[in-house]
């Protein structure tokens, strides 16, 4: 592990949730303790903060080892993340983040992989992997050529002949920053006015699509208090090129998939069945900015695994 301690304090919390529209009730100062046998003590840091914390260390760990150049000679344009949650992270408790050595492997095609692992008050809090490819690792085989002009379909309302429940968000500058600084991220190194530069973080598109999920749900009459839902992982590939492109007040369409839950989609060694979500971030001319899979448990199910009444 790092020997630089990462501490989120409530002010980060607060910043990261209202730059992406999140209204889950964790990370609330107030309403967590509405949650129902809620069994973290207190708000908890978004999962795309430290997706978001991972980015901008592995993009320093890259400068470092001058690995953009492999990145950029071989048009690695995919920046991939496979994470795994395994515990919270509470403010003003220090987290530490271990970047293992970069591996390139060149069968099926160049990658740069790193393992990542995330700890905090002793315990594990997430473990996966970064990896830098030419072709997306995650939902590489949806086709989304046939859709209808997103642009004419209202928000929150699904696609006409498909299954996609649709969201539709606006870049901001200011909530990019303010998410970076959330985050523990520099903002400087993405945004310089005076030099009129700004280069877009890859996570913070994708983080907008927690809100579409509760937004979805909100329209579900979902009881967040009563049967709230927590992460347990993500699989997400951007394209860099697309990032490159992104400016403030462009728009960006969220498309949300819920798939059937199934016994053969369980939470590693429980009977707990996965809730999946596969979410695409669309722009114009339906590029596809990000593809992600989200998985998520109703914590009561979670609770009731580890012997919680």
Known sequence: MSNQPFIFDQIHIEVARNASDDFNLFHDKHKWLQITHNPFKGPIVLGFQLNTLIEYQMRLYRE????????AENNL???????????????RIPVYLDIKKTL??????????NRIAMKSDGKTVLLGFKKETQSPLFLTDTLLDNLPDLNETPDRTIVP???????????????????????LAEQSDYFDELAQIAHYPEIFPCSLASGALLEKAQLEHHDFKRNPMVYTSHEISVDRHYVSQLRSHDRLHILVK????????KLNQTNILLRTYQCYGLLQNNEVLFRMTMNL????????????K
């Open 297 to 308: 448990v109703p914590l009561k199910e979670i609770l009731k695994s580890l012997g919680h």
């Open 104 to 113: 390139n492997t060149t069968i099926p095609e160049l990658t740069l992989g």
């Open 77 to 91: 344009r995919f920046s991939n993340y496979q994470i795994t949650f395994v515990n919270a992270v509470r403010p």
């Open 258 to 265: 819920q798939l059937p839950e199934s016994p053969k989609n």
């Open 64 to 71: 470092a080892h001058h690995e953009n150049k492999i990145i």
């Open 161 to 183: 002949d498909t299954d996609y429940f649709l969201k539709r968000k606006y870049m901001n500058n200011g909530s990019v920053k303010n998410f970076l600084s959330g985050s």
